[in-house]
């Protein structure tokens, strides 16, 4: 332990995590960061070895109630969708699968625009210069010039990956069709770049990239901030967050690996632990103060959770695609339904992102759209499916309802004794019918490709990648947690930058604006450090 | 509590030998139902004849916590019948079938024989090609500038419209070299 208490204490490693901790390092701060996971080596991911789609099932489960990890904590589900999550420095970019679009103009606008939830306090051209910074940092690859957001600036530092034939084949049916695509925005390397190796098409991403391509924090920010002087203590899970007579925070309590309870003290805490970890943590901190839980005067706390309800759109191709290849993080995109046209029957739309399929094992147990099948037809299903897919992803904004939430078990704990969060959650109407059109669309898309056969998810269970909206943004102290700088409205000196800030969900993967906002809030800390208010 | 040890499951190898787990009646009726549920057709073997010891001694090593399912899915109550087997399964016990059938299927396209006849080599390492990639020379990424800008404007609440905007690439300059190969830095604008 340092003898000087911390400037600033992070929870959580993750994807804001390593932002904010790298920006606050560069300027100076004693940075100290705590993460309940483990540092990973590249030789730990599976996706080399034989073993891969079997280990993908368990051990690299994308949810922790799979995975069941001792730093995992268990999640009790009260909804269709699964969250999913790592835990470990990087957080979930560990297996993220690097997928790098930005919230669109729109996204922030949706209560003016269009009725419905609530605008944000700030915008996409506020977030601009720090979507230009986090792309350098993360290191993304793409094409520039997509006509479905402003014109840029600043480009990509990398060409784009390759789009795969399934991509050229669904390019070409989008240009008969006169429907947008663009090669996606990953944050992969399509090139050597900061250190790192380029992309090899192996297209095991989620399980965590063996050449380090993909841009995890453990590789893209974390040595970079402990080389400034961030320390980094793993293997500390967090319990809660303490405060004091004057309602300040004044650091958190944690446990360490051999149980011992710890107290970590800090002027400013940064809550980073994703939207489903901090709620918890806030709810944990409950006190006489603040008995319904930390920053929770407007009740919001854990509530308003956004996931992405998440179809999946199938196309077989008779010829070989090879398309158990390919980055992970979507080979191209759509948003030609993205926008508001309230005769489709609901508001708002959705991202398409075409993704690989998989090997043998995921196309005899298909884990998206799809059937086993037994018997002498098990080999044309393997023959016909192997290598001849494409798969549109298809991510719906899920607007905000109070009823989702978070809230904490009274019967399930961690292996900490911490109580478990409970995740409350269905899937409005808007998002429903938004889903049915939207399938309706790809299927078309896939048919005009070629496809002779589609085969349709229409709520996958295992799609809650994208957490969101348990703490969100805004000017009213009754009606937000957040101000528009991501500092609480009732503790000044505790910031949250993860996705519960989200007031909105947008359609599109988040964690490129999670990272912008990260930043955002990064560079206020350092601009209001001299009138910042810090416990005595 | 927290940290991932050198014993955690990260690592691959489970018990020792998992196989000594299994019977031989357990045996006769895992290939009883490997040989039902993936049989000998269309040029591919059948998995009773691809699943040997060594194959699901792999599977069970590359992942222990399928012994105990397993052993339940071929326990000698449910009777002979490979049909009534699954069926009871099915019915009464789907993460044990899941589990049965994870096994099986994992040991048959592991089998290096079975990946050759399927013509999937495994995941590979790909180099990504430098250079203008040809869907630019196709005219495809043309065809969707000319159609304009697609954002809508949260001022007007329409299509943007963007004045000069691109109708063509080449209206750009592409550049494979975009940018700079160190991170953190102020990248490169190749317009
Ligand atoms: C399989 C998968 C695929 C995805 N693909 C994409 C994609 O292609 N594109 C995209 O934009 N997004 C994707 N996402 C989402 C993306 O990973 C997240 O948006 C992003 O990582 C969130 O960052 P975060 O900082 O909010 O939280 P995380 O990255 O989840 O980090 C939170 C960290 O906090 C730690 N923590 C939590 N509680 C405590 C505690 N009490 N004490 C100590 N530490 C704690 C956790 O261990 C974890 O390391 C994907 C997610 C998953 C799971
Ligand atoms: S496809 Fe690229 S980014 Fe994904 S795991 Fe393979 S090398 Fe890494």
Same mark, same amino acid.
């Given at each position: ?536 | ?36 549920? #993936?049989?000998? !057709? ?5 998995? $009773?004849?691809?699943? +040997? &010891?060594? /194959? %699901? =001694? ?37 993460? #044990?079938?899941? !589990? ?5 299927? $994992?040991?048959?396209? +592991? &089998?290096? /024989? %079975? =990946? ?51 109708? +063509? ?23």
């Amino acid at each position: 332990m340092a003898s000087e208490p911390a400037d600033v204490l992070i929870v959580g490693a993750g994807a804001s995590g390593a932002v904010v901790a790298l920006r606050l390092a560069e300027a100076g701060f004693r940075v100290v960061c705590l993460e309940q996971g483990d540092w990973h080596d590249l030789a730990d991911y599976p996706g080399v070895r034989l073993d891969w789609e079997l280990q993908q099932r368990k051990t690299w489960a994308t949810s922790p109630n799979i995975r069941q990890l001792p730093e995992d904590y268990p999640i009790v589900e009260d909804s269709p969708v699964s969250p999913l999550m790592f835990n470990g420095v990087g957080g979930s970019t560990l297996i993220f699968a690097g997928a790098w679009p930005r919230a669109l103009p729109s996204d922030f606008r949706v209560r003016s625009l269009d009725g419905v939830a609530d605008d944000w306090p700030i915008d996409y051209f506020e977030l601009l210069p720090y979507f230009y910074r986090t792309d350098r940092a993360f290191g993304v690859s793409a094409l520039p010039g997509d006509p479905a957001y402003p014109p840029d600036t600043d480009e990509a530092p990398m060409p784009p990956l390759p789009i795969g034939s399934a991509g050229l084949k669904i390019a070409r049916a989008h240009t008969r069709l006169g429907w947008h695509w663009w090669p996606e925005f990953n944050a992969i390397n399509s090139t050597p770049y900061d250190g790192r190796r380029p992309c090899v098409q192996r297209s095991t991403c989620q399980s965590g990239c063996n050449e380090g391509a993909k841009a995890s924090t453990d590789l893209t920010h974390w040595p970079k901030a402990i080389a400034k002087g961030a320390r980094l203590i793993t293997g500390a899970r967090v319990r809660r967050i303490e405060t004091n007579d004057a309602g300040l925070a004044t650091g958190a309590t944690w446990i360490d690996r051999e149980g011992a309870e710890r107290f970590e003290p800090a002027s400013v805490v940064v809550l980073a632990a994703n939207a489903i970890g901090t709620p918890r943590l806030l709810l944990l901190s409950a006190s006489g103060r603040y008995p319904d839980g930390l920053a929770n005067s407007s009740g919001l706390v854990g509530r308003r959770l956004m996931m992405h309800p998440f179809a999946n759109v199938a196309g077989l191709f008779e010829e070989p695609l090879m398309s158990w290849q390919g980055q992970f993080g979507d080979l191209i995109e759509s948003l030609e339904f993205y926008e508001t046209d309230e005769k489709r029957g609901f508001v708002r739309g959705a991202r398409w992102g075409l993704a690989p399929t998989g090997g043998p094992i995921n196309t005899a147990l298909p884990s998206r759209a799809g059937e086993q099948v037994w018997g002498p037809d098990h080999h044309l299903h393997v023959r016909t499916h192997l290598g001849h897919g494409a798969n549109w992803g298809i991510f719906a904004e899920d607007l905000p309802d109070e009823t989702n939430r978070v809230t904490l078990s009274t019967t399930v704990t961690d292996s900490s004794g911490i109580p478990a969060p409970e995740v409350h959650y269905s899937m409005a109407e808007n998002a429903r019918r938004m889903l049915d059109f939207h399938i309706e669309r790809a299927t078309e898309s896939m048919l005009e490709a070629g496809a002779f056969k589609v085969e349709v998810d229409r709520l996958m269970r295992y799609s809650g990648w994208h957490l969101l909206g348990t703490a969100r943004m805004g000017d009213d102290p009754e009606t937000s947690v957040l101000d528009p700088w991501n500092r609480t409205h009732d503790v000044p000196n505790l910031y949250i930058v993860d996705g519960s800030c989200f007031v909105t969900s947008s359609g599109v993967n988040p964690t490129s604006t999670i990272a912008a906002i990260a930043l955002r809030a990064a560079d206020h800390i350092v601009e209001s450090r001299f009138n910042q208010q810090v416990p005595a | 509590m927290t940290a991932s040890s050198a014993s955690s499951p990260m690592s691959t190898t489970g018990g020792s030998e998992p196989l000594a787990t299994l019977d031989a009646g357990s045996r006769a009726h895992l290939a009883a139902i490997a040989g039902r549920l #993936i049989p000998e !057709a269309h040029g591919m073997p059948s998995a $009773a004849e691809v699943l +040997t &010891d060594d /194959r %699901v =001694r792999f599977v069970l090593q590359a992942r222990p916590d399928l012994v105990e399912p397993l052993r339940g899915a071929l326990r000698v109550e449910l009777g002979d019948d490979v049909q009534a087997r699954l069926d009871a399964l099915g019915r009464g016990d789907p993460a #044990i079938l899941g !589990a049965l059938h994870l096994v099986i299927v $994992a040991g048959y396209y +592991t &089998d290096r /024989r %079975v =990946r050759e006849l399927i013509g999937y080599p495994g995941q590979l390492a790909i180099e990504v090609k430098s250079g203008a990639p040809s869907y630019l020379d196709e005219g495809l990424i043309d065809a969707v500038l000319a159609r304009g800008p697609v954002w809508r404007d949260p001022v007007t609440g329409r299509r943007a419209e963007v004045a000069g905007a691109p109708r +063509t690439y080449k209206e750009r300059v592409w550049s494979t070299t975009a940018g700079s190969t160190q991170g953190g830095n102020d990248g490169g604008d190749s317009t």
